[in-house]
């Protein structure tokens, strides 16, 4: 599914609409450039989960929980070029065990289950514009 947005207001709401649809144990893989609204993103699913704290980038923290109505796991791989990376940040304890939000996922791409959710987001034509598309869940 292919969505246009025009603000970040807009772009979560289209993730709070996807958290409508998540049975508890989903992976969502982010792909996309710097500053193109993936905590944004995961920020409208928590809010659909009705989470009502804060959302951050996990980029010095490598993850971040959410306790909404399914745990949340908020990974940044921005930093992972090995499988021994990988492996240490506890990726591979946390699948199947929660919702993995995963921004960068370009770098674990091979390391994705089968299953994941692709949200790829790219810049529309305007500077807050976002062109975003969802495969791997009926929406």
Not at 97 to 110: D, F, G, K, P, Y
Request: proline share 1%; with cysteine; hydrophobic share 35%.
């Amino acid at each position: 599914m292919k969505f246009v947005t025009h603000s970040v207001e807009e772009t979560e709401k289209i993730a709070e609409s996807l958290a409508h649809k998540l049975k508890g144990r989903e992976v969502i893989a982010f792909f996309g450039g710097l500053g193109m609204g993936k905590t944004a993103f995961t920020r409208g699913l928590c809010k659909g989960l009705n989470y009502t704290d804060g959302v951050s980038s996990p980029t010095f923290s490598l993850v971040n929980q959410y306790d909404a109505d399914f745990t949340v796991y908020h990974f940044d791989m921005y930093r992972i070029n090995t499988y021994d990376d990988l492996y240490f940040t506890g990726y591979f304890d946390y699948l199947d065990t929660a919702v993995l939000v995963i921004e960068w996922s370009e770098n674990i791409e091979n390391a994705l289950p089968d299953d994941y959710i692709r949200v790829e987001i790219s810049k529309g034509k305007e500077d807050d514009d976002r062109i975003i598309v969802i495969e791997g869940i009926e929406f």
